[in-house]
């Protein structure tokens, strides 16, 4: 059954009202609250849309309910957030506000009118927890207005997650390498632009760079992207820009996973999107971005590659591979295309265009390759096309690839297997070195348990040995010795174990 409970306006966590049911306490976090006199639901759903960055929507239904209940502190303080943009972020154990819009048409926090009616209509408690709230929020502004006074522009956003790395993303880096290692553009891509940056400042810097970047490729590998506030809220704030001729927002969707359709809404309206998984991708997009920024160059074609006939494939083949050689890999895949314009059988383009792909210089890295090639498009097709001697040297380039696969794994193996049984060894000797430990320790106790009672017994037979004894005194130290003798008897059972 769904309990009408309040969320907490930080975390998102549940939160434990008062005994006056007043204020609330959140479990998760410890931020203070004030139970809303308004509806709960709609509060809470204004927390969810801000943590998911769609401000807009969030401040909207705060505005609808401050007409309800104009005297809420709670909805004002809500609205505060939504204005400037305010997402609470987790790093290191903590939650800390960071900014997620451009705010410098707006005042200062504390002159803000949703602050001060927040502050009038709390309690005393809320007072002090909202001005305890303040500097936190004043400097993520601060951060945020300081982003924003430069003057920096981007001529390509590549859109990844927000805790992206180059490893982690790996389209979003062959794209950054092409976009700028090739081609020569200013791209922000998170995983580069914002090194050694905090929280605070990589938020304020992502919301100018999105507002600054004349074009976005956005990328999506699975239904989870496609659901990620950050994601939608980057593409929903460039999406909001394309008014401005200038602009464009070019969708990437891994087509293994996703469908043109799963994208988020704004981008299913895009007259053009892109799959990374076609072995076309690389260049398709970059000819349509050169085209967009370096319009007069991408007109232009080599006359050589232009009037290039059967005649001159040959020599065309070994320009593109001399370019292979040089690291010119966007001027290689070019000239590997033309080749197939004239050919479209020739299997040593295909493998050209493959170490292109995989920014090889030559064949003999082909074996360095951290996969199998065995699925590539460009692989499968210089196969099928070419000649048995050919077939057998690009088999024979993949069949390297799996032998140092394998003997990485047998080196992994046998390695884990070393370890182990050196891990083994160090348990053993741990396990005989407790036991001997054990051991003493029982003999120890033993020997404490022990003592007493042979002291008593010898006592008694000392007396024993006494010439002079009553009858009555004689029987009863035969009877205490006896009963010694069975306790000393039944200590050494219990010890069994102590003897060598």
């Known amino acids: 059954m769904y309990e009408n409970t309040l969320s907490?306006?930080?975390?998102?966590?549940?939160?434990?009202?008062?005994?006056e049911n007043i204020g609330s306490i959140c479990l998760g976090c410890g931020a203070e609250s004030m139970l809303p006199k308004t509806d709960i639901k709609k509060i809470n759903r204004i927390t969810y849309l801000r943590n998911t960055m769609n401000f807009a929507a969030a401040e909207k239904i705060a505005d609808e309910l401050i007409l309800t209940d104009p005297e809420d502190s709670e909805t004002h303080w809500q609205k505060l957030l939504c204005e400037y943009g305010i997402q609470y972020v987790l790093k290191g154990g903590k939650r800390?506000?960071?900014?997620?819009?451009?705010?410098?048409?707006?005042?200062?926090?504390?002159?803000?009118?949703?602050?001060?009616?927040?502050l009038h209509?709390?309690?005393?408690?809320?007072?002090?927890?909202?001005?305890?709230?303040?500097?936190?929020?004043a400097e993520a502004v601060t951060v945020s207005n300081n982003v924003f006074s430069q003057d920096k522009k981007y001529d390509i956003f590549v859109l990844t997650r927000e805790d992206a790395t180059n490893d982690s993303d790996l389209d979003g880096d062959r794209l950054n390498l092409r976009f700028t290692e090739n081609l020569g553009f200013n791209v922000f891509y998170i995983p580069e632009s914002l090194k050694d940056m905090d929280e605070i400042e990589k938020a304020a810097q992502i919301a100018y760079a999105i507002e600054n970047s004349r074009i976005m490729v956005a990328g999506f590998k699975n239904i989870a992207d496609c659901c990620d506030g950050y994601?939608?809220?980057?593409?929903?704030?460039?999406?909001?820009?394309?008014?401005?001729?200038?602009?464009?927002?070019f969708p990437v969707l891994n087509g293994d996973n996703l469908s043109f359709q799963q994208l988020p809404e704004a981008l299913v309206w895009m007259d053009c999107a892109f799959d990374s998984t076609d072995s076309e991708f690389m260049r398709e997009i970059s000819d349509t971005v050169e085209k967009i920024l370096k319009p007069e160059e991408a007109a232009?074609?080599?006359?050589?590659?232009?009037?290039?006939?059967?005649?001159?494939?040959?020599?065309?083949?070994?320009?593109?591979?001399?370019?292979?050689?040089?690291?010119?890999?966007?001027?290689?895949?070019?000239?590997?295309?033309?080749?197939?314009?004239?050919?479209?059988?020739?299997s040593r383009a295909y493998i050209g265009k493959l170490l292109a792909e995989c920014k090889l210089k030559s064949e003999d890295e082909i074996p360095d390759l951290p996969q199998t090639i065995t699925d590539d498009k460009n692989y499968i097709k210089a196969l099928r096309f070419a000649t048995p001697e050919l077939k057998a040297h690009y088999e024979a380039l993949n069949g390297a690839i799996v032998d140092r696969?394998?003997?990485?794994?047998?080196?992994?193996?046998?390695?884990?297997?070393r370890l182990a049984a050196e891990r083994a060894e160090k348990e053993a000797i741990e396990s005989a070195r407790?036991?001997?430990?054990?051991?003493?320790?029982?003999?120890?106790?033993?020997?404490?348990?022990?003592?007493?009672?042979?002291?008593?017994?010898?006592?008694?037979?000392?007396?024993?040995?006494?010439?002079?004894?009553?009858?009555?005194?004689?029987?009863e130290l035969k009877e205490q010795e006896a009963v010694l003798e069975k306790n000393i008897k039944?200590?050494?059972?219990?010890?069994?174990?102590?003897w060598d």
Do not use: W
């Not at 800390?96 to 927040?118: D, G, Q, W």
């Not at 039944?490 to 102590?498: N, Q, S, V």
């Open 300 to 346: 232009v074609v080599p006359d050589a590659i232009v009037t290039a006939t059967a005649a001159n494939k040959e020599n065309l083949i070994k320009r593109a591979y001399m370019f292979l050689e040089d690291g010119e890999f966007e001027t290689a895949d070019t000239y590997f295309d033309k080749i197939l314009d004239i050919d479209i059988e020739e």
């Open 405 to 417: 696969i394998e003997g990485e794994k047998k080196r992994i193996s046998a390695e884990r297997e």
């Open 96 to 118: 800390f506000p960071v900014c997620r819009k451009n705010v410098t048409a707006l005042p200062a926090i504390t002159e803000n009118e949703s602050y001060k009616r927040a």
């Open 231 to 249: 994601l939608c809220y980057a593409v929903n704030g460039f999406a909001a820009q394309l008014s401005d001729e200038e602009k464009h927002l």
């Open 490 to 498: 039944e200590l050494d059972m219990l010890f069994p174990d102590i």
């Open 121 to 137: 209509y709390a309690t005393q408690e809320m007072q002090a927890a909202y001005i305890g709230m303040t500097d936190a929020l």
């Open 8 to 19: 907490c306006k930080i975390c998102g966590g549940d939160i434990q009202a008062d005994a």
């Open 434 to 475: 407790r036991a001997r430990q054990e051991k003493e320790e029982r003999k120890a106790q033993y020997k404490r348990r022990k003592e007493p009672l042979k002291r008593t017994l010898d006592e008694v037979r000392s007396e024993l040995n006494k010439t002079f004894l009553t009858p009555k005194r004689k029987a």
